[in-house]
């Protein structure tokens, strides 16, 4: 008996033991980020992942703690939600006391699942609440009496203070008008490069929170920053055009510390600073680059005890700061550094180091040498046919750095207030030989975490894919940019929303157009007009009207519904909805009652594809403009509706679909012959009208055919823009011309995704014919090599070559529907949703297909196979009609359908 006991003690135990590791949570983020500092929100919304083996699994409870203290005692407990009945697990609502600003919170989460399993308590994650309103600001603008001319040296600003007391915490709000370094005792503070960031700085203007705990010392203390132009005072856009948002850079500045006793201390800027204009930093500008003269360094000056008899009061300037916010985006930082690949002379005699990468950031120069002697560093993205330095496409930007040495020994270099779009430097001045250990590309972008995978059996695919990752790393710089190296790199709103689908599958984007959307209402016009560039530097800052475009325009409620459909997140809709609203109604008063919105398109499908001027039997792909905006008015209310009803706004969600119903009818006779040929026959006119159901349902199969038809006559070539592109392989998969979307993905001669691949591209180009098959360039005036827009192609290749696609908003129910072709040999992604890894992939071998899928635990999944007969498919070896994990087995449009809940499953098909 004794025995049996302590064996039913221990099998208690261990069964217990097991029962509370099995089911983890992980993945904890706040307002989308992980323990962010500086929440302006005064109900932040909180998230996590679950892990459970076995399949099936869903959350069944969770309960939530928050407190000001990591050990949760009861006294600091300001949320204590107590055991909930719910599935949700992404974005739920702080329920507790009002939060305090410049407060650090904790918290944790357990959950309980669907088969009876309760989890420990999570890791504790945390979050920093920032300053809350204006009111919280004590500190003062600052700025150098007669600092207001172009390409002035940079204002550097100090201050010391004393520390009498032990220090518990310190915590830094930063703000600047222009770019700012922010200096503490000897050393920058945190790790964010470009800020404050770019916003409609006259609305909207983000500070920075850190914490400086381990920066502070007892005793004598330094403060300061150093500032650039960036993109307040900067060169911004065509025509001399600069300081649009201001001539004068300054200084936001408060630290405060709490001492060990509770009581505070705070330091803020205020006249009491001082200011210099005569360090290192000659010049500073986004697009000319940066002139360094080390000889003039201010050795020192971000130190106690520094001799500033030389510094000058500072001036206190006088903002409303009713525009300061939180940052609400990822920070933008130095993700990564790259070494050239080789250094050469040109045919000419320069001297070249290529990076091997179309990259965006800056070169770290590491140079030894006598004082004076003068560096100089070019930057382009590509060689000429001659094997040349070529600039031309760049037009007025310099995107140069020069660098003075100061003669010190070894001296290391890099700048601060600029970036450029390059692969290849040219060195001029270099003294001495020039090595791989001389230069250093530093990657710089918007700090988002990696959340999908591509792969495929086709190398020239998968460098695709590869192009199209680093083509957002590169314009993901804070905006969503159409370019990073010309006189240009402007938040062009149709690129971003042709691209946001495939953005949102390589990288978590959520905070990232969380804040530029924001900016995108602040930017909208009175009238509802929306600027063709976020933020807006096409138009005066006080301007009241604007001329839009469509598809351009469209970005105000095609991408705040892309965002929600891809992370779950409803504020998306709540936030954007009177801007999505305002848009429309914009159109609707242009077009009236005709429903044809005329003159509305200014840019038509941009860059559509061109013949060469000697084909005189191939059609160019023209679409008419005012098909364009009409079919995109269309659009714009269908999804306003949709939006309209996900919000409970029952009336607005009717008006809307009955403006689109209207518009499909007079669409239908403008635009549609009988027969379904549609527009000027163009790719784009039928992708328009199939994606955006324009067509009666008698005539989508006729319109899909002559699409089909017109890529097929042009030897499986497309002959889309900016607009047409990004739907054109789903409208082929959508209506059952599959075969011929991959005939478009593996297209290698121009026009094609593959023709930049095969000419060498590694990021994706701005035309189907950047370089021309006789390496000769394009239109120098509009050609750049890292413009992501013709990437959208990836969204197709997520969602059906490897079959990842939403069923409801956030992934919270699945699609998986792959679809396989005999011209690869596999094709696999990943997607990390709100709810954890979703897999998708597939193998062909023989007459064999094995499909490999993982599902997250609290989501479920219908699974569409490539198979007539479920009688031929397999899972883990068991007949799928036998596997109970499973059911609504059927055949759906010739395909086997079931739903499935989290868990990983392997399926083979036996053709």
Aim: aromatic share 12%.
């Amino acid at each position: 008996m004794k025995k049996a006991a302590i064996s039913a003690i221990l099998f208690l135990c261990i069964t217990a033991g097991i029962t509370a590791q099995d089911v983890t949570v992980y993945g904890l983020t706040c307002e989308h980020k992980t323990n962010p500092s500086g929440i302006d929100n005064p109900k932040p919304v909180l998230s996590w992942k679950i892990n459970s083996p076995g399949r099936n699994v869903m959350q069944s409870a969770w309960q939530v703690q928050v407190a000001t203290d990591p050990s949760f005692p009861a006294s600091k407990t300001v949320w204590q939600s107590g055991k909930i009945n719910s599935d949700e697990s992404v974005y739920i609502t702080y329920g507790g006391k009002e939060l305090i600003p410049s407060r650090k919170y904790f918290w944790r989460v357990r959950v309980w699942t669907s088969n009876g399993k309760e989890s420990k308590w999570s890791q504790t994650a945390s979050f920093e609440t920032g300053l809350m309103g204006k009111d919280g600001w004590k500190a003062k603008w600052i700025e150098l009496p007669g600092d207001t001319n172009r390409y002035s040296p940079s204002p550097h600003f100090r201050k010391e203070f004393t520390v009498n007391k032990p220090v518990a915490r310190a915590v830094v709000y930063v703000t600047s008008h222009g770019f700012y370094e922010l200096h503490l005792n000897g050393r920058k503070v945190g790790d964010q490069v470009l800020t404050p960031g770019w916003t409609s700085y006259g609305k909207r203007l983000q500070y920075q929170v850190y914490d400086v705990t381990g920066q502070v010392a007892r005793g004598a203390n330094a403060i300061g920053a150093v500032l650039g132009d960036g993109w307040y005072r900067g060169t911004l856009a065509w025509g001399n055009n600069w300081a649009i948002y201001g001539k004068t850079l300054g200084l936001l500045m408060q630290l405060k510390i709490t001492h060990t006793d509770g009581t505070e201390t705070l330091v803020v800027t205020d006249e009491t600073w001082t200011g210099n204009q005569d360090g290192a930093i000659r010049m500073n500008d986004i697009y000319n680059g940066e002139t360094y003269d080390a000889r003039k360094r201010l050795t020192g000056w971000n130190m106690p005890g520094y001799d500033g008899k030389n510094w000058i009061p500072v001036k206190v300037a006088s903002y409303n700061n009713n525009n300061l916010v939180a940052s609400e985006s990822v920070p933008v930082r130095k993700i990564q550094e790259i070494k050239p690949v080789k250094i050469f002379r040109t045919p000419k005699g320069s001297l070249v180091a290529d990076m091997g990468q179309n990259m965006v950031g800056w070169v770290r120069l590491k140079v030894q040498g006598n004082a004076g002697t003068v560096v100089t560093l070019r930057h382009a993205e590509v060689l000429d046919k001659y094997g040349e330095f070529y600039t031309a496409n760049l037009r007025a930007a310099k995107c140069q750095l020069t660098y003075t040495l100061a003669g010190s020994g070894e001296e290391v270099y890099e700048p601060r207030f600029t970036f450029m779009g390059f692969r290849y430097v040219e060195v001029t001045g270099f003294p001495g030989e020039l090595t791989p250990d001389n230069i250093t590309g530093v990657v710089v972008h918007s700090d988002m975490a990696v959340t999908g995978t591509f792969e495929c059996s086709n190398p020239l695919v998968n460098q695709l894919q590869h192009n199209i990752q680093w083509g957002q790393k590169g314009n993901f710089v804070d905006v969503p940019t159409d370019c990073p190296q010309r006189d240009e790199r402007l938040g062009w709103t149709g690129d971003a929303q042709v691209f946001c689908r495939t953005a949102a599958f390589n990288m978590d984007v959520a905070a990232f157009f969380t804040k530029w959307l924001k900016d995108v209402a602040a930017d909208q016009k009175k009238g509802g007009e929306v600027p063709d560039v976020i933020p807006d530097v096409l138009n005066r800052q006080d301007a009241t009207t604007a001329a839009p475009s469509a598809a351009w325009g469209d970005v105000a409620v095609i991408t705040p519904w892309t965002m929600y459909l891809v992370y779950g997140d409803k504020r998306f809709l709540e936030n954007q909805y009177p801007s999505m609203k305002a848009w429309v109604e914009y159109i609707r008063n242009k077009a009236g009652e005709s429903y044809i919105w005329k003159g509305g398109s200014k840019y038509g499908d941009w860059l559509f594809y061109h013949p060469p001027v000697n084909n005189h039997t191939e059609f160019d792909g023209h679409t008419e403009r005012d098909f364009i905006s009409t079919a995109m008015y269309a659009y714009s209310s269908k999804l306003l509706s949709m939006a309209a009803k996900e919000l409970g706004k029952e009336d607005d969600a009717k008006l809307y679909e009955s403006i689109f119903n209207k518009i499909k009818e007079v669409f239908n006779h403008e635009y549609v012959t009988p027969a379904g040929r549609v527009g000027t026959g163009s790719q784009t006119s039928y992708v328009l009208a199939l994606m955006f159901d324009l067509l009666p349902e008698n005539l989508r199969k006729n319109a899909a055919q002559f699409l089909a038809d017109d890529i097929k006559s042009r030897r499986n070539r497309l002959s889309t823009g900016f607009v047409g592109t990004s739907y054109l392989c789903h409208v082929l998969s959508g209506t059952g011309f599959t075969d011929v979307a991959y005939d478009l993905l593996l297209q290698e001669s121009y026009p094609s995704w593959l023709y930049p691949v095969k000419m060498g591209a590694t990021t994706i180009w701005e035309r189907w014919d950047g370089i021309k098959t006789d390496s000769t360039f394009q239109d120098a005036g509009m050609n750049s090599f890292n413009h992501y827009a013709y990437g959208a192609i990836g969204d197709w290749m997520y969602r059906v070559c490897a079959g990842i696609e939403t069923g409801a908003p956030g992934y919270k129910k699945i699609i998986i529907q792959p679809s396989p072709t005999q011209r690869l040999n596999y094709a696999k992604a990943s997607f990390e949703s709100s709810y954890g890894q979703i897999l998708s992939g597939w193998e062909r071998e023989g007459k064999t297909i094995r499909i490999k899928v993982k599902i997250p635990v609290n989501t479920k999944a219908v699974i569409l196979l490539p198979a007539a007969d479920a009688s031929k498919i397999t899972e883990s070896g068991v007949p799928l009609a036998a596997v109970k994990d499973f059911s609504g087995l059927r055949t759906v449009n010739g395909k086997v359908s079931f739903e499935a809940g989290s868990g990983e499953y392997s399926f083979e098909i036996r053709e």
